[in-house]
């Protein structure tokens, strides 16, 4: 069953360039943006923070999904693919907004039990003209079970560019923290394991993106990128970042594909 879209919400935001360059420190680069720096793409993660009171929380940690989608009542959240249209540069310092709505809501039934998907589209407004245009997929599902996991995708052998990455706890407690993120699965490790049945913490879905979006950005502008995401990747995990072509993605130790990828 699929629900019509609605509109959900608005939110403004002051881009603070302060902000913007802890999340350069934390990814290890430079943290040189200043005011009236166009902010590198996908850093607009960091901002648009709607947090909630802990009565809002479901026990993940992370927002219910009825305080924002009425009618979910599934307990598992999972990012699982997006794509965003960049048409111009967030500018760090200045105002913008963004307007969310829901496209669309499916409910189904899977090996797993009930899912919902739920596609979410943010609009960017920034100096009077629409910045950038972002669609998120997100699943929600039934508590872990004790069925075994979906076998990942192999990631390709072969690549243009590619280089050694590891995300460690202190990486995703200030991506955590620099997007508002309160979801367990990133800083409970005990959590991670006992309740939602991962090896460890698990690295988040749009950091693995931003890594994306910044090898490419080093090789050619962006105006486009879409994900999707394939397997869990763990923190302290030896995983790497491949580029071949408008074709990207993010490949675990043992060979499955994580994250992939398509830009233009």
């Not at 990747?233 to 030896?238: C, K, Q």
Request: net charge positive.
């Amino acid at each position: 069953m699929t629900l019509p879209a609605s509109r959900l919400h608005s939110l403004p935001d002051t881009l603070d360039p302060a902000r913007a360059r802890a999340l350069q420190a934390a990814l290890g680069q430079e943290p040189d943006i200043m005011a009236g720096s166009p902010l590198p793409g996908f850093f607009h993660q960091i901002y648009f923070w709607d947090p909630r009171p802990p009565a809002d929380l479901g026990p993940d940690g992370h927002p219910r999904p009825d305080v924002r989608i009425p009618g979910i009542a599934l307990p598992r959240r999972m990012w699982a693919a997006g794509r965003v249209l960049f048409h111009q540069p967030l500018i760090a310092g200045m105002q913008a907004e963004r307007i969310t709505a829901v496209e669309a809501v499916t409910r189904r039934e899977g090996r797993s039990g009930r899912l919902a998907f739920v596609r979410l589209r943010h609009d960017i407004r920034q100096r009077r003209a629409l910045a950038l245009t972002e669609w998120q997929e997100l699943v929600y599902r039934e508590a872990a079970g004790e069925g075994p996991a979906p076998l990942a995708p192999r990631a390709p052998e072969t690549a243009e560019v590619a280089y050694d990455w590891q995300a460690d706890s202190t990486l995703l407690f200030r991506y955590s923290a620099l997007t508002c993120n309160g979801h367990r699965i990133h800083y409970d490790a005990d959590y991670a394991r006992g309740v939602e049945g991962y090896g460890g913490l698990v690295v988040h879905g749009p950091l693995l993106v931003q890594m994306l979006v910044m090898l490419a950005e080093a090789r050619a502008p962006l105006t486009e990128i879409s994900y999707r995401a394939t397997a869990p990747l763990l923190a302290n995990e030896p995983a790497r970042l491949c580029a071949q072509g408008q074709t990207l993605w993010v490949a675990g130790r043992d060979g499955r594909q994580c994250m992939t990828a398509r830009v233009r």
